[in-house]
């Protein structure tokens, strides 16, 4: 019963999100407005009061359904709803997706293809395997913006002479399949985007693993020093007394000695 109001809740905030005008700067969602000081100390009011801790590892606050419906409805906004599991649809851009959706392609958009494809493979070969066969993006790209802002300046002169002339549309038609086809280009990018990111994460970790070694080496060396200084200076046992009374003095010494240059050295370590 809870689960349904909260979808009902969800699905009408999704009806007032469509019934926005669409523009070319739009709206921020309504709920917005519930993001408020007063509103942010009123639910940690709510989770203290409830025991309810942030989760670890900075995952955002998840309530159950009943906990859920005790908040006001200006409150519910402030609880992130849980995220869409793999085959759940959801909107990005005013655009319904999935998260493990593929990528839309030009044939999704109805646009034609201004680049070559990749050779189909002959019949028998399996398709699996790659061929050496490459397009050069780059080269693919540079014509299309060429070609975008010819295209532009084309529009502009058809304005100029008569803003409600037809070829005004074709000419955006010709400027949306352009701008599309650049859009497929850089797509492609993506792979060797994630796989650069990667990368780089990697290597500040690995930077990060080296600095503690240089850490833990120089408070090796310190370490090495201070037990150095102990044996420099440790207390030297008089001739005159006897063999029992010489060592049980020495350690006597030596240990609150030692113990003194380990405070210290702990100190000097600790940057007191």
Excluded: C
Excluded at 87 to 94: H, M, Q, S
Excluded at 123 to 132: E, L
Excluded at 180 to 198: D, G
Aim: hydrophobic share 35%.
């Amino acid at each position: 019963m809870a689960e349904q109001q909260i979808q009902q809740q969800q699905q009408q905030q999704q009806r007032e999100e469509d019934t926005l005008p669409l523009s070319a700067l739009p709206v921020p969602p309504p709920f917005y407005k519930a993001f408020t000081s007063a509103n942010i100390s009123k639910l940690k009011d709510f989770k203290s009061h409830h025991g309810i801790e942030e989760p670890a590892g900075g995952l955002p606050l998840q309530l159950t359904p009943d906990q859920l419906l005790q908040l006001p409805a200006e409150l519910r906004y402030l609880v992130p709803p849980e995220p869409p599991r793999g085959d759940e649809e959801f909107r990005v851009f005013n655009e319904v997706t999935q998260e493990n959706g593929k990528p839309p392609t030009l044939k999704d958009w109805d646009y034609e293809q201004l680049y070559p494809s990749p050779p189909s493979p002959p019949p028998g070969a399996d398709p699996s395997i790659r061929s050496d066969w490459t397009l050069d993006s780059r080269k693919y790209l540079k014509d299309l913006v060429r070609s975008a802002l010819f295209a532009f300046l084309e529009l502009l002169a058809i304005t100029a002479r008569n803003p409600t002339h037809p070829d005004k549309d074709e000419k955006l038609a010709h400027i949306a399949t352009i701008i599309a086809n650049m859009h497929a280009l850089i797509n492609e990018y993506r792979p060797h985007q994630a796989r650069e990111t990667l990368i780089r994460m990697m290597e500040e970790q690995l930077g990060r693993k080296r600095k503690e070694v240089e850490g833990i080496r120089k408070m090796k060396e310190k370490v090495a020093e201070t037990l150095a200084e102990f044996s420099k200076n440790a207390p030297r046992v008089e001739k005159s007394l006897g063999p029992e009374e010489a060592e049980a003095l020495a350690a006597e010494e030596k240990r609150i000695d030692g113990q003194r240059q380990m405070w210290a050295a702990m100190d000097e370590i600790l940057g007191h």
